[in-house]
Each structure stands twice: as C-alpha cells, then as structure tokens.
C-alpha cells in the first residue's frame, strides 16, 4: 500500500529547497525504492536555462547514492504540493530506473499512472547491442 499523500507531502517539502529564480516554479520529487527508501530531491535551474536540472534528475542520482535499486513509486509536485507530471526527459530518467510497474502520482483526485501509459514503448538498456559483441 503506497501513501500517496505523505510520497506527495516528501514532494512538496524538497520543493521548498529548489532553485528556480529563472521559472519561479519550484519542484520537489519524491520517490519510493525497491528497499522502502523514501528519496527526494527538487529542481536546480541555471543562467543557461538548458541545463536546468529538473527535481526528478536529482531523484534518480539520490537512488545511486543511497545504494541503486528502483523506483516503485513517485509523486513530482509544486511547492503548493500541487501533483506535476514529469517531463518527457524525466519520464525516460524514470523508465531506466524505475521497476517495470512504476506507479506516478497523478494528485489525490485520480489513481496515478503506471509509467508505461506516460511512456509506451519506450527505448531502454534492452534495446542496445549487447557488451562486448561486435556490430
Ligand atoms: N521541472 C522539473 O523539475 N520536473 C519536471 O518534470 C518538469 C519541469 C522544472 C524544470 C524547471 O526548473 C521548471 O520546472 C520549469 O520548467
């Protein structure tokens, strides 16, 4: 059983630290691992805009350092705790770390989305030619 609002609350929470002086949105995500770890982590914007860090590219750096695994669960949201669905780029950031039925939150009115509906078909580490075989 996933507390979705207390995953959305840890989301809310790591918002308040983000660094968005160019959006003004702040992000904070939040994430389950395969261990029971809750993570979170918030978004890092820069002068060059492109290379804004989004909160959920922290996310999957915070699940390294606490030891690897995946992500089972996950709630983005505003520093309101207004659930945000992720971007394009986080959703693929997602699909290399995240369990094969990684549940999204979709705020507290609806049911969350399984990744695989916010990115069907996905390209993914089985989709490489295989270590050490010639092309
Ligand atoms: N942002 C995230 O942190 N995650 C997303 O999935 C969508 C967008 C951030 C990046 C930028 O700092 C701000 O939201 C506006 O795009």
Redesign the pocket.
Known sequence: MIDWAGLRWSARDAAQH?Y?P??G???G?AGITSRGEVLSS????NASFGL??????GLVSALALSGGGKLSAVS?ADSDGKA????G???QLLHEHGSAELLVDAGSEVPPHRLAELLPLAFGPEDLPAKGVEP
């Not at 918030?42 to 914007?45: D, L, P």
Request: glycine share 0%.
């Open positions: 983000a968005a160019y959006s949105l702040r992000v995500a918030c978004n890092v914007e804004t860090l989004c909160a959920e590219c983005v945000l669905l992720p971007c780029r986080c959703r």
